[in-house]
Nanobody, 125 residues
Framework: QVQLVESGGGLVQAGGSLRLSCESS????????MAWFRQAPGKEREFVAV????????YYRDSVKGRFTISRDNAKKTVYLQMNSLKSEDTAVYYC??????????????????WGQGTQVTVSS
């Protein structure tokens, strides 16, 4: 079973930045896409960003385009989410996830089989 451990969450003022990290214990890390999802209180979990196994292809939800950047370091088995110009509506628990299949790198959370425990991001206005 792959273990994913997120870090980097916290409290930040609107307009500020945070960098989330997710370290994997999985031997297949470098061959599968990694993604970030988030869940705000009282809301369903939603897709944020995904990065293909090679780090070349990325995909974002519209509301974070131009503000968030997903990246990965396969040697360190770590995926990152750089979040700039944060807004109060970005407040949520952020989860990283590993895709089940090597070819998949889109937003369907059913295609992700391993999940981290989550890290809280709170943006104060």
């Amino acid at each position: 079973q792959v273990q994913l451990v997120e870090s980097g969450g916290g409290l930040v003022q609107a307009g500020g930045s945070l960098r989330l990290s997710c370290e994997s214990s999985g031997r297949t890390f470098s061959s599968v896409a990694m993604a970030w999802f988030r869940q705000a209180p009282g809301k369903e979990r939603e897709f944020v960003a995904v990065i293909r196994w090679d780090g070349v292809a990325v995909y974002y939800r519209d509301s974070v385009k131009g503000r968030f950047t997903i990246s990965r370091d396969n040697a360190k088995k770590t995926v990152y989410l750089q979040m700039n110009s944060l807004k109060s509506e970005d407040t949520a628990v952020y989860y990283c996830a590993a895709a089940k299949l090597s070819y998949y790198y889109r937003e369907d959370d059913r295609q992700f089989g391993s999940w981290g425990q989550g890290t809280q991001v709170t943006v104060s206005s």
